[in-house]
């Protein structure tokens, strides 16, 4: 038997918003909560039951560089806002009071703007910001499909406890990391063709200390590699867009971390494994093909739709302005951020951490509360002015 044909079904429509996110990590926090503060009825829908995504589920909980490297804040907005949140509290590590707190421009320039946060202090942090501005939260909640009239999608069909609902909104956004609405709504799609390696962080207790263990990690995109080093790179690789494939690496990564926790004795008062990832640790999997495909060597360019600055996390100097264009395709009512923008694949290494989808999640969730009809008739220019009045700067020369 190759195939079942599924009984159709009538499904009920649960609620209607003016602004719907999909994905609660990072970018779909700051695109909800730009969305709400700019007067919009904001609904953010999270498969897991907690925010954050990779930065908290994920426990990838390094919140990487606001800075360039060289003593200078690029990325300011929201994108601040978490990071100062993610410490609320206190730090794991990596304490940069020096940059919250004073002035002091040489301490900036030996150390970047950058800390690691405990997950699941940052995910409650998250989750009551958005509730106390009046974001309605929807948990163990994934998106099946989308229900689409011409190139405008008018709901999301979800699935959950309750079953299959419907819910309506405005504009849509598209934050699951995986580019899933765009792929659902027969939008054009790509996968990152190089692949992703295995990575298994956890958190120890291990010598009186609770250690964030980093076992795998990223991959240099191929083109900083020589030809040699890529023939006899033999590790298997990953698309993170399949079932099958997910457990497999959910399993493996299971096993590692057991093997390397029992390499220094078992359970016992002193030693402990405190916490695995929830969500499989794939940074790079399918992005939209947008108005505008960013690349890497874009350093400093400067674009008219600019919504924001970063900075390239893995080495000091590049800082990019970010094009609106990147963040909508054909659907005229639906944006992306964070992991899936546009951008090629040397760039989305660049372009897929946290400072970046904070400023892309900013940026899109006031640009879908601004919508009236289609994406392409929005005034840059007044989403530009509502970032600014927001502490975003727009361009480089603004620095």
């Known amino acids: 038997m190759e195939s079942i044909r599924e009984e159709a079904k009538v499904v009920p429509v649960k609620g209607n918003y003016d602004v719907i996110v999909a994905g609660g990590g990072i970018a779909g926090i700051a695109s909800a909560l730009a969305s709400k503060r700019q007067g919009a009825k904001t609904l953010l829908i999270e498969k897991a039951f907690m925010l954050g995504g990779l930065a908290t589920a994920g426990l990838v909980t390094i919140y990487l560089p606001l800075c360039d490297g060289e003593g200078t804040q690029v990325s300011y907005g929201i994108a601040e806002e978490l990071l100062r949140l993610s410490v609320k509290h206190g730090y794991e590590a990596r304490n940069i009071d020096f940059w919250l707190n004073d002035k002091d421009v040489e301490k900036r320039k030996k150390t970047r703007f950058e800390t690691q946060f405990n997950a699941n202090v940052f995910a409650i942090l998250c989750e009551q910001l958005l509730r106390n501005e009046g974001v309605d939260i929807l948990y163990g909640t994934s998106v099946c499909a989308v229900a689409k009239s011409g190139n405008r999608v008018d709901a999301v069909i979800t699935e959950n406890k309750s079953g299959r609902e419907a819910y309506v909104a405005n504009a849509f956004i598209d934050a699951t ?223």
Not at 213 to 234: A, Q, V, W
Not at 235 to 263: A, M, N, V
Not at 351 to 357: L, Q
């Open 177 to 399: 990391g995986d580019a899933d609405l765009f792929k659902q709504a027969s939008s054009p799609t790509v996968d990152f063709g190089q692949g992703n390696v295995a990575a298994y962080w956890y958190y120890e207790y291990f010598e009186n200390a609770y250690k964030l263990r980093m076992l795998g990690f990223s991959d240099t995109p191929d083109k900083y590699k020589t030809k040699e080093k890529i023939e006899n790179d033999t590790r298997k690789r990953y698309t993170g867009l399949d079932g099958k494939e997910l457990s497999e690496l959910t399993c493996y990564s299971h096993s590692q971390i057991l093997d390397d926790f029992l390499k220094k004795g078992g359970v016992n008062d002193a030693h402990a494994i405190c916490s695995i990832a929830t969500t499989p640790q794939i940074r790079m999997t399918r992005r939209i093909d947008g108005k505008y495909v960013m690349c890497d060597e874009e350093i400093r360019v400067k674009y008219d739709d600019s919504v924001g600055l970063f900075s390239d996390w893995r080495k000091k100097g590049p800082v990019y302005e970010l094009p609106f264009r990147c963040l909508y395709s054909d659907i005229d009512n639906m944006f992306t951020c964070g992991r899936s923008i546009s951008v090629t694949d040397d760039m989305w290494d660049i372009t897929r951490v946290i400072p970046v989808c904070a400023v892309s999640g900013e940026a899109v969730g006031i640009a879908a509360a601004m919508l009236k009809d289609r994406i392409e008739n929005l005034d840059v220019t007044e989403l530009q002015a509502k970032l600014r009045a927001n502490g975003v700067k727009i361009h480089t020369d603004e620095l």
